[in-house]
């Protein structure tokens, strides 16, 4: 899926992706919560300085460092308390953690993307101090950003990670035919499938929803969509019906009294 966003023109980066984007391999939900804290005696010193932000009646506000000491870092202690005192095997109890953890990270809360890949490339990137000091262990790749993550530690971790963005100005909910430059992107098998599943669950994700979620136009997921009999659109006077392929059977249409 997807993660990066598009808030007036910038990318930004859900702080729920961010432990997603190397699998978990660096910058665990803790660590972020430490990071965007502001506290001087963080572990990735050169991510120290990192802001987090959110949008507020359109308009984007930086989070406040003792927003995140306070409550997201005491919930985050507080988690793997318990956890450790219930747990009865070190991996069963650390899956628990990574599923519940996520979820403490705040909804709709950002780091600009370009800020955050300055700080993280000065950290874990090549001619960082940790490949300096560790030369014959150090793996670049290992520290790869991918923006397009295929697992994660939920069911619902896709949901997770978007929730409190679906409101958001994104170039996919302001543009419908086309995104950035005009290029219509194209999506995987899995991305297809997943926009299938999520459009004929329960209640079902509108196609704009499931456009600002996959950062893609609603041209785009219509034609997922209907590619696999997940959605028709039947023509009616002045105007088109959308109905869901789960519930194509129809009505029989009364007559007039």
């Known amino acids: ?50 802001r987090s932000y959110r949008l507020v009646n359109g308009a984007v506000q ?30 069963i ?34 001619g960082s101090m940790r490949e300096r000091f560790n030369p014959e262990t150090f793996n670049l790749t290992d520290y790869e950003l991918n923006y397009d993550p295929q697992h994660g530690p939920r069911d619902d971790w896709r949901e997770v990670v978007m929730e409190g963005f679906i409101s958001a100005p994104t170039d996919a909910a302001l543009a419908p035919d086309t995104v950035k430059g005009g290029t219509q992107p194209a999506l995987t098998d899995e991305q297809k499938d997943e926009i299938v599943r999520l459009y004929q669950c329960g209640h079902g994700k509108s196609v704009r929803s499931l456009a600002m979620q996959f950062n893609v136009s609603r041209r785009t997921v219509d034609a997922a969509l209907a590619a696999a009999g997940a959605k028709v659109i039947t ?19 009364r007559k007039p009294a």
């Not at 979820?103 to 370009?114: E, T």
Request: glycine share 8%; net charge negative.
């Open 1 to 50: 899926m997807k993660v990066i966003i598009s808030i007036d023109g910038r990318d930004a980066i859900p702080v729920r992706a961010i432990p997603l984007l190397t699998d978990w391999h660096v910058l665990s939900p803790d660590v972020c919560a430490e990071i965007f804290s502001g506290r001087a005696d963080t572990t990735v010193q050169h991510m120290e300085g990192l």
């Open 235 to 253: 023509p009616r006077k002045g105007a088109q019906g959308v109905r869901r392929g789960r519930t194509a059977t129809s009505k029989t249409a």
């Open 62 to 91: 930086q989070v406040p460092g003792r927003e995140w000491q306070n409550w997201t870092e005491r919930q985050l202690d507080a988690c793997s308390e318990r956890i450790r005192n219930d747990e009865a095997n070190h991996e």
């Open 93 to 126: 109890g650390y899956q628990q953690w990574r599923r519940e953890s996520l979820l403490i990270l705040p909804a709709g809360v950002f780091a600009w993307r370009d800020e955050f890949e300055a700080a993280f490339q000065a950290e874990y990137g090549q």
